[in-house]
């Protein structure tokens, strides 16, 4: 990079080193699932251990284990 800053990541890289870690993610409808990343791929599809479900910032629902299909991640932000 031009700025001399060789610490940034590209994404996958980035989603590699938090496989195992919690982690937000949030879905284009806005509902947010918070759980431990497990897996994700190539187009995103997210694999969670111990999820819970928020909608409008308040919990909504628990899960044991969720999938989230890549076309409806906004984000997903490590919660370390």
Not at 3 to 20: A, Q
Not at 50 to 79: M, T, W
């Amino acid at each position: 990079m031009e700025n001399g800053s060789s610490t940034s990541k590209d994404p996958s890289g980035f989603l590699s080193e938090i496989i195992g870690a919690p982690v937000t993610v949030k879905l284009n409808s806005g509902i947010v699932y918070k759980g431990e990343l497990q897996s994700v791929d190539g187009y995103m599809n997210i694999a969670l251990e111990q999820c819970k479900e928020h909608v409008n910032g308040k919990p909504s629902r628990s899960f044991g284990d969720a999938f989230v299909r890549g076309n409806n991640v906004l984000y997903i932000s490590a919660d370390r």
